[in-house]
């Protein structure tokens, strides 16, 4: 493999795994195995995957200033264009794949999806053998004392893709209160108020770690050579991309989190069922 195209398919790979450093993107603009649409492109490429509109507007425009008579400005424009869209909308590999010829790296692409179940696998182990939130003080019986266990370090999800930050979420001491019975006679008219519940962990940072899973699922049928496994998976991502938005909206809407939870788990089941 000759050196342009291994460092083309080095780049195509990161950018899929989102591992596109600074350092990447300096080793594009000075590099000397791509012609200068060959980087203006790679360079499009990765700031459109990045969403930076203002640079794809700069990169283009510069361009166009120096070739104005160029049929490449062509395949700029449609850039330009597709990222002024806001609507929601899958990262079109298949556009540079047609240009550029580049293919995702095996080896490369073995070591990211290894280090990616590590990283998912690594958040979801607790760092300690759990011990119960309530916990009966046998030290002391007649006063049923429950406690909070200070000594137990509570742990957190760690996102697979960057954007998404680590929830820890707080608990509350607590004690039941006891029952006190008195005197028929001194028995008050006001309404005896409610004990407060414990407040219940969210679900976001579970949900949010399900649906980045499926999503890089669809991603990867998004390079399938089978056309139509192509198209199911482009119509999966544009539903995946909204959901995924629309949870980030109502991340503190417990009510949809908690019903859209519950459609999860009940997914979890049925493909548990279908390895076995």
Do not use: C
């Not at 006190?180 to 414990?198: F, L, R």
């Amino acid at each position: 493999m000759d050196d342009k195209k291994e460092f083309l398919h080095t780049l195509k790979t990161k950018l899929y795994y989102d591992r596109i450093t600074d350092e990447d993107i300096d080793l594009v603009k000075n590099s000397q195995v791509l012609s200068e649409y060959q980087k203006n492109l790679v360079l499009l490429a990765i700031y459109e995957k990045q969403k930076k509109l203002s640079e794809i507007s700069k990169l283009v425009a510069d361009y166009k200033e120096k070739h104005p008579g160029s049929e490449e400005n062509k395949a700029f424009n449609t850039i330009l264009q597709r990222s002024k869209n806001k609507k929601s909308k899958i990262f079109d590999f298949l556009f540079y794949d047609h240009i550029l010829r580049w293919k995702i790296d095996e080896n490369l692409q073995e070591k990211y999806a290894k280090e990616a179940k590590e990283e998912l696998a690594s958040a979801r182990v607790p760092q300690k053998e759990p011990t119960p939130f309530f916990r009966k003080s046998f030290e002391q019986p007649k006063e049923n004392n429950y406690s909070y266990d200070p000594d137990y370090s509570y742990p957190s999800y760690s996102s697979y893709h960057r954007e998404y930050n680590p929830f820890v979420e707080s608990l509350r001491q607590y004690k039941p209160r006891q029952q006190v019975y008195s005197p028929v006679s001194n028995v008050s008219d006001e309404p005896v108020k409610q004990q407060k519940t414990p407040k219940q962990a969210s679900h976001y940072d579970d949900i949010l770690g399900y649906l980045d899973e499926k999503r890089h699922e669809i991603y990867s049928n998004l390079n399938s050579t089978d056309v139509q496994i192509q198209k199911t998976a482009m119509v999966q991502w544009d539903k995946m991309e909204a959901l995924l938005e629309k949870v980030k909206q109502n991340r503190n809407n417990r009510e949809f989190l908690d019903s859209l939870y519950s459609k999860i788990e009940s997914l979890r089941e049925y493909e548990n069922s279908q390895s076995r």
